[in-house]
């Protein structure tokens, strides 16, 4: 069916045909009853995923399609990145397709509705399953003041969330990627975990936490990124956002957008860095592989790589729902036993 429709989706304007798909999902969960996840169960963070392959963030910013996504077969869904205020993002044009590297560059700049907003939308969904909600700072929020914004976003979203993944990485936001550094990173996350353990006790439940991380680094910055992410008692890594790289697609067209690049062409630099996490963390630490999965040997591959999820996003709009349900077949078949 997908098939059918992506070549009309693909003639319009890249961010009226997302905005028409999240219409259209938003729909089409008022009118299922449910998750129809393929089932490949797993463990991970604690929590019992129904299958390892999950929507990233950025597709559903708000929540709006919750459960609209439950029935294209995910194992898990992320939505967000959500800042504690609204704000319109960056100017348009802000989002572009590189067709032939089955790619896009964005530049959204965590345009959403706020956090209250995407809270509202959770508790009205029904989706039973797995749910993360990706938590940003707003745009005009200082760096060096920053945690306020990521300790809001927490607070807020905690009693809803069954893991909070936590964006340092996003090109988009000035100077979001420099919190992944030196005493900033570490001032972050240690106000984050306090926070995490009193919000335990308030709530009498556990919430994992998930960091985000950039795919542009150095050896030995992600090996710092990696060994303070353990020291701060974080619960997994997510590996990686979009790339500032425009090696592979500056001859094509759009390719030399500025934004974030995601897709094929971020596979290898992703996938790289998950085996170097893999390597460096030696199993304290579980990996959530999110960058360039585009076909289901990607997924198999990522695995193979150290990871014990997957998430996609660009090729889902590339393929669809079937990127899933191949994914999932394809990673059952090589009976792969993802890491915990």
């Known amino acids: 069916m997908y098939k059918l429709v992506r070549p009309l989706l693909f003639k319009l304007d890249p ?75 960056n100017p348009k044009p802000r989002l572009f397709r590189l067709l032939q590297a089955e790619a896009i560059i964005n530049r959204m700049g965590f345009n959403n509705q706020g956090v209250d907003y995407l809270i509202a939308n959770v508790q009205a969904k029904k989706y039973k399953g797995i749910l993360g909600i990706n938590i940003g700072k ?33 090109p988009n936001t000035p100077g979001l990627r420099t919190l992944q550094f030196g005493d900033h990173f ?9 926070k995490q353990q009193a919000l335990a006790q308030q709530h009498n439940c556990y919430v994992p936490i998930a960091v985000k991380i950039a795919p542009d680094m150095t ?16 619960d997994a890594v997510i590996a990686t956002n979009t790339t500032i790289s425009r090696e592979a697609v500056k001859h094509l067209p759009h390719g030399t957008e500025i934004g974030g690049l995601s897709g094929a062409p971020l596979f290898e630099q ?9 390597e460096t963390l030696q199993g304290k630490l579980p990996i959530i592989a999110s960058g360039g999965v585009t076909k289901a040997s990607d997924a198999v591959q990522m695995l193979k790589a150290g990871a014990s999820l997957v998430q996609v996003y660009t090729g889902f709009i590339y393929h669809g729902n079937k990127l899933i349900s191949d994914s999932v077949a394809a990673i059952k078949k090589e009976n792969i036993l993802p890491k915990k």
Not at 29 to 58: I, Y
Not at 139 to 151: G, N, S
Not at 186 to 192: C, I, P, R, S, T
């Open 270 to 278: 992703s996938c790289k860095m998950v085996s170097f996490l893999s």
């Open 219 to 234: 050896h030995e910055e992600t090996a710092f990124i990696a060994n303070t992410l353990v020291d701060s008692g974080m």
């Open 15 to 89: 961010e009226t045909a997302h905005d028409l798909a999240i219409q259209a999902l938003k729909i089409r969960g008022k009118l299922c009853c449910g998750s129809c996840s393929q089932t490949l169960p797993v463990n991970v963070m604690g929590l019992n995923f129904d299958n390892p392959v999950g929507l990233a963030a950025g597709l559903d910013k708000n929540g709006d399609a919750i459960d609209g996504l439950a029935s294209q077969g995910f194992g898990f869904i992320e939505v967000g990145t959500v800042t504690p205020r609204p704000q319109p993002g």
């Open 138 to 170: 707003n745009f005009d929020t200082p760096v060096d003041e920053a945690e306020r914004d990521y300790l809001i976003c927490l607070e807020k979203v905690y009693p809803y969330a069954d893991y909070i993944a936590v964006n340092l990485s996003s």
């Open 186 to 194: 570490k001032k972050l996350l240690d106000l984050l975990k306090s």
